[in-house]
């Protein structure tokens, strides 16, 4: 199957309230732009180098997003372009988001991402950790950010059952500071969740955007 014959036959699967990011992670501009070429806008990296060097080379009308984890002293090369960082894990890295955004003259949008697998490993806020942290009602000063919604990862498992409950929880925290901390945030809207072997539970489970990778580019070879 072609990267083309991919896209296609993934995008005719999601629904149009659900955005599609293509992660383009580990592939070349050229094999990116097969995908561009068959109509897709919206990337998204996890490196901010290679994100970076990608923007340079690809044309300007595309779309893109930070779905990694960031680091704050790397914000500064991101902060030009960048449509939406779906890894924000602390206030500290939003602050400095919203320093760059104002150097920048930007409005940055931004998820804040939860903790919902069972690893260790994974970044994001805990639940508990993220209500703690809105309550004290800091994200307020910051005002070249827009909080768009959550992002969360799944644990990496075959047991879709432990994946769709990770997902639930996502939706359900994401509905419930909607209703008490985002009440008035009009643009507090988005969750981010569902990758290539979980992108149709998280459909189903409500999601508002996915970042489907191999499913489209084929496997990643790291070198
Ligand atoms: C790589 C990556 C994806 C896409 O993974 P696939 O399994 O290739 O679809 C999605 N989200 C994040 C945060 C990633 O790093």
Known sequence: MSIEENLLRIKSTIPANVS??????????????????????????NKVQELVGKASEMPDDIEWHMIGHLQSNKVKYIAPFVSLIHGVDSFKLLKVIDKEAAKNNRIIPCLLQVHIASEETKFGFSPEELKLALQTGEHHQYKNVDIRGLMGMATFTEDESVIRSEF??????????????????????????GMSDDYQIAIEEGTTMVRVGSAIFGLRHYT
């Open 168 to 193: 639930k929880m996502l939706k359900l925290l994401f509905n419930e500071l909607k209703d008490s901390y985002f009440k008035d945030a009009v643009s507090f809207r988005e969750v981010s969740m």
């Open 20 to 45: 599609l990011i293509a992660v383009s992670k580990t592939h070349p501009a050229d094999v990116v732009m097969e995908a561009y070429n068959a109509g897709q806008r919206v990337f998204g990296e």
